[in-house]
């Protein structure tokens, strides 16, 4: 927690991190503060004023804007706290970072380019074309046993023109920088050009579990890590999807993927002749609709088991130069697919009104207009639509 005063609150928006309508509110500017804004691949703090969230903390030269819904009167003295669960995440993350990096340099000479710590992950592009498992397991080891040698970091400041940068590793300065410029080091370890958040010691990092690489842009690789307390969540996860797979398998951890990978050649099996099945049934049902001695101008069929292919095979099998097929599958009262089949200048004519009753989408050729449909519960209306239609063409009838 930290007393400060409000130097000024001006009306701003807010656009959420997951898209959506921008949030009004107020930038608030404080004469110090302890959230750390957003920059250099480390998502910013969060925290109260007074009893108001602060929702987004962003950088504009030497200033943090802290946003927040609610107005704060300018010289007002508050009492800022800080979200610590996630700050302390960010420290082992990003020093996390700085450790991985320097020892990635110095046993295998790959350069960092970039990095970003994720909400559950983070990830470090590496300027190399990949990265074999023996090297992930070898640095993985590595950046370990430094956290066990307890390696104190340390803070320091700059300034301007210091010779002293020279031996900084650093991705240059921001264009707008003014006055010291601030270091972290890892003790005998790594200098780097930083103003993020940091842990004071690297046995403050607990662990570090390298997940492995991912491709990257080109001619780069991207390492992904977890740091600290994430570690320990991730296993948490991981043990808990174990215990559930084990009662689920009814057999050990070390027989879960074999037992899955029998379910899933059973589930290919099955699914071929559910398949064989269904064009089984389709050619019934057409023959049966043939061999009654008057035909219907109109054949409706719903079935809640069934594909394209389904009802395509019913088309075929029963013809659609004189009779107007309407069938669907699916969910009797959502979602599911149609097929309108019959003359040619019929279905150009009933196919988009057809979809449009259905609340789906749908395209046609020679007699055939098929598509999804969102509110099967409205057949009843294609129905009625369709026996208008043909009324129409056949009075007689």
Not at 38 to 48: A, H, I, K, M, S
Not at 228 to 241: A, D, F, M, P, Y
């Amino acid at each position: 927690q930290f007393t400060t005063r409000v130097v000024s609150c001006r009306e701003a928006e807010l656009r959420p991190e997951n898209g959506g309508e921008p949030v009004r509110g107020f930038q608030v500017v404080l004469e110090d503060t302890i959230l750390s804004p957003e920059g250099g691949g480390q998502p910013d703090d969060r925290g109260l004023i007074g009893d108001v969230p602060v929702l987004r903390v962003t950088r504009r030269g030497a200033e943090a804007l802290h946003f927040v819904e609610a107005a704060l009167e300018p010289g007002a003295e508050v009492q800022l706290s800080l979200d610590w669960d996630r700050r302390f995440d960010h420290m082992q993350q990003h020093s996390g970072q700085h450790l991985i990096t320097a020892i990635a340099e110095q046993m295998f000479g790959f350069k960092t380019t970039s990095w970003e710590l994720g909400r559950q992950r983070s990830v470090i592009e590496l300027d190399t074309p990949s990265m074999t498992a023996e090297q992930v397991e070898a640095l993985e080891r590595s950046v370990n046993e430094k956290i066990r040698e307890r390696v104190p970091v340390v803070v320091r400041e700059l300034a301007a023109g210091d010779p002293e940068f020279e031996t900084v590793r650093s991705r240059g300065l921001p264009d707008d920088h003014v006055g010291p410029v601030r270091v972290v080091d890892i003790e005998g370890i790594d200098s780097n050009m930083c103003c993020g958040t940091h842990i004071s010691n690297l046995s403050d990092l607990q662990v570090i579990k390298l997940l492995g690489t991912e491709k990257g842009k080109k001619n780069k690789t991207n390492l992904v890590f977890l740091a600290g307390n994430r570690v320990l969540k991730s296993i948490e996860r991981s043990h808990s999807t174990e215990k559930a797979l084990t009662s689920l398998l009814k057999n050990g951890p070390g027989e879960h993927v074999e037992a899955v990978k029998r379910l899933q050649s059973s589930v290919k099996l099955l699914q071929k002749n559910n398949l064989n099945l269904l064009r089984d049934i389709a050619v019934l049902i057409a023959r049966d609709f043939k061999s009654k001695p008057v035909q219907s101008q109109l054949f409706m069929l719903h079935r809640k088991e069934g594909d394209s292919e389904f009802m395509n095979i019913i088309a075929n099998e029963i013809g659609t130069e004189e009779t107007l097929l309407f069938l669907t599958v699916g969910d009797e009262k959502e979602a599911g697919l149609f097929l309108l089949a019959g003359p040619v200048e019929a279905v150009e004519s009933l196919g988009p009104r057809v979809a449009e009753l259905l609340g789906g989408k749908g395209a046609g050729k020679r007699g055939r207009f098929q598509g999804k449909a969102t509110k099967m519960s409205r057949r009843g209306e294609v129905q009625a639509l369709l026996q208008e239609f043909i009324s129409h063409q056949s009075p007689e009838a």
